[in-house]
């Protein structure tokens, strides 16, 4: 428990360094007259496990953790300063924000949407579901709605650290996980939406991969990786 409550400090003592810097940066904008005529984006990329799970790291999950990150935007003049807004959107909606708000013009084929009425104080519903995917020669996918989020977790069989992780264990065979409350109906839909979505993106590129061993094809078996390529 020591420990964990450490590293738990240690996190948030960066947070409260990032938010002091922060602060001297909005300080420095205003003493150069610029904060009231600029659109200021604050987001993170990840969030952390903090033993969620028994993990401490940002690379092997896309629950709520690691995924349900900050996002805050300034106006020019802090126009409607204070407005939450429930309505889920994704980190890829930023530009088309940022662009709109400029009057600029987003470019076609984009899977961001901006959220930029929200901002107005318009109606805004929000996205339906917000996806999240992972990498690090993990295939990890999370789906979020509005009454919860559903994860996948599985492995690129062609990923360099295919080997350890399948010796070591410390990956379990391709599962879903959803959170409490999220029911079996809403759970077979959202699988459904997920297989929609990744077929809008693009291939991934997987590199030259490891090499499948007669013992590495037996062990991916036994964690439930039926579909082994040669």
């Excluded at 062609?158 to 109906?185: N, R």
């Amino acid at each position: 428990d020591a420990d964990v409550n450490l590293i738990r400090g240690v996190y948030d003592g960066a947070v409260a360094y990032a938010d002091v810097q922060l602060g001297l940066f909005l300080a420095g904008l205003q003493a150069r007259g610029v904060l009231d005529r600029a659109v200021l984006v604050v987001f993170s990329d990840h969030g952390e496990q903090l033993g969620e799970d028994g993990v401490f790291n940002h690379c092997c999950g896309v629950a709520d953790e690691e995924s349900h990150v900050v996002l805050m935007v300034r106006l020019p003049g802090g126009a409607g300063g204070g407005r939450r807004v429930d309505g889920l959107v994704e980190l890829v909606d930023v530009m088309p924000t940022v662009l709109e708000l400029v009057g600029a013009v987003a470019p076609a084929g984009i899977h961001g949407r901006s959220f930029a009425a929200a901002l107005r104080g318009e109606p805004f519903d929000g996205r339906g579901v917000a996806y999240t995917v992972g990498g690090l020669g993990v295939r990890m996918l999370g789906a979020r709605t509005a009454d919860g989020r559903l994860t996948y977790s599985g492995m690129r069989i062609s990923a360099p650290i295919a080997p350890d992780i399948v010796e070591s264990a410390a990956l379990p065979g391709p599962s879903f996980h959803a959170t409490p409350g999220l029911g079996a109906e809403a759970q077979v839909s959202l699988r459904t939406d997920m297989v929609g979505w990744m077929r809008t993106l693009a291939p991934a590129t997987t590199g030259d991969g490891a090499p499948l061993t007669e013992g590495l094809k037996t062990k991916l078996k036994e964690h439930g990786y039926w579909d082994v390529e040669p």
